[in-house]
């Protein structure tokens, strides 16, 4: 997309009197902030086979005051122990951690994520890591490897199975799986004790659900499209911020009111996050103090709208619903 050209949420929000200005302002902040990343990162010592890659709000483009630095340092070649740069010394720079649920605390290898997709090798790590790098991810350094690996992942699912004028089914159910496995282990979290339930229920209803649709829209999408043509398609749409995905969606379906009210929504979320203290108070707000935080109901009916507005694309517009009746459920 040449620098004048108007992403899709842009020309969305011309097309519903919609400015998606918290959206925006994150999509430049984003932007700022990776380049400075980029120049403390380019520092250290690389493999000419690895990759630092962002995860998370900076691979949706809403990167807000509080977002964290979610890294994974992947691998395009041999497995072994000995990895530039390490994680410790991204940590360094980054001044993060990569949290305590083994997600990002090691070199991820392509060779793992393209091979161990399902049966027992593909834990839950193996699918959280492989469906944010395909969905949600960014190369901090190291373009060319990242593409390369990003292609492969892709290409794993785009098999001889694929036809025109259909979803690839085999990504469209690990997708769908994805989903229901961040919904399986809130669930799971809490029961465990995990704290801030309530920021993780907030993630849920909002950017976990457009993590889900940006990569559940392209992939429904093609069955517009013959099979030559659908690597491409998802290609181009992968690498765009999901928001994108979703707004193009829309205005291709001839949606844009009922997406109006859902990225609206959605914009609201992430200019309440920039908000100073709100992400420490919905941190400490629990399943049995939920009904009294302002905060939290205020999350809960932004929430509700998104998901109308989604729903009403994918179940009451166009030739999206009896797509999603024969390859939804089935």
Not at 209 to 235: W, Y
Request: hydrophobic content about 40%; glycine content about 8%; charged content about 30%.
């Amino acid at each position: 997309m040449s620098p004048d050209a108007k992403s899709p949420l842009e020309r969305l929000g011309a097309a519903v009197g919609q400015d998606f200005s918290n959206l925006l302002k994150a999509r430049e902040l984003t932007a700022s902030r990776l380049e400075v990343r980029q120049q403390q990162i380019a520092e250290l010592e690389h493999d000419g086979d690895a990759a630092v890659v962002l995860m998370g709000s900076w691979g949706r483009a809403e990167v807000t005051s509080g977002s964290d630095d979610d890294f994974m340092v992947v691998v395009d070649g041999p497995v072994r122990s000995d990895v530039k740069p390490s994680i410790v010394e991204v940590e360094g720079v980054l001044d993060r951690a990569p949290g305590d649920q083994g997600i990002f605390g090691e070199p991820v290898f392509c060779s793992d994520l393209v091979e161990n997709i399902g049966l027992d090798r593909d834990d839950n790590t193996n699918l959280t890591r492989r469906m944010l790098f395909l969905l949600e991810s960014v190369s901090l350094t190291s373009d060319a490897v990242y593409r390369d690996a990003h292609g492969k992942v892709l290409a794993r699912y785009l098999d001889e199975s694929v036809k025109s004028f259909r979803p690839p089914r085999f990504l469209l159910n690990d997708t769908i799986r994805y989903w229901r496995t961040m919904c399986v282990d809130f669930v799971g979290k809490e029961a465990q004790g995990s704290p801030k339930w309530g920021l993780r229920n907030a993630k849920l209803r909002l950017s976990r659900k457009v993590l889900f649709t940006g990569g559940l829209l392209p992939i429904l999408d093609c069955s517009r499209f013959g099979s030559k043509d659908i690597p491409g398609v998802l290609e181009r749409r992968f690498q765009m911020p999901p928001s994108d995905r979703i707004a193009e969606a829309f205005l291709e379906h001839d949606a844009a009111d009922a997406d109006g009210r859902a990225l609206g929504a959605y914009d609201e979320f992430i200019g309440l996050l920039n908000k100073r203290g709100v992400r420490a108070e919905l941190e400490g707000v629990t399943r049995s103090s939920a009904a009294d935080s302002v905060v939290f109901n205020e999350v809960r009916r932004l929430g509700e709208d998104l998901e109308h507005g989604l729903l009403a694309l994918l179940f009451e517009t166009g030739t999206l619903p009896q797509v999603v009746r024969d390859y939804g459920i089935f």
